[in-house]
């Protein structure tokens, strides 16, 4: 069985400082654009999960 795959990015996530709470900005960023539904997969890069 094959599936579908859709990108959708999550824009307005502001610039991410130490001790920024990382998962509230993209949820908040996320639910302006395109809202995060169960099943959906989330991809958050390491180098913004460093900064954070």
Known sequence: MLGN???I???GVPE???????ARLI????QATAPIAD?????VTQKVVSKA
């Not at 991410?16 to 990382?22: A, Q, S």
């Not at 099943?39 to 991809?43: E, F, M, N, T, Y």
Request: charged share 20%; net charge negative; proline share 9%.
């Open 16 to 22: 991410i400082r130490p001790g920024d709470d990382l």
């Open 5 to 7: 795959i859709t990108l």
């Open 9 to 11: 990015p999550v824009v």
């Open 39 to 43: 099943g959906d997969c989330l991809v």
């Open 27 to 30: 949820l908040a960023a996320a």
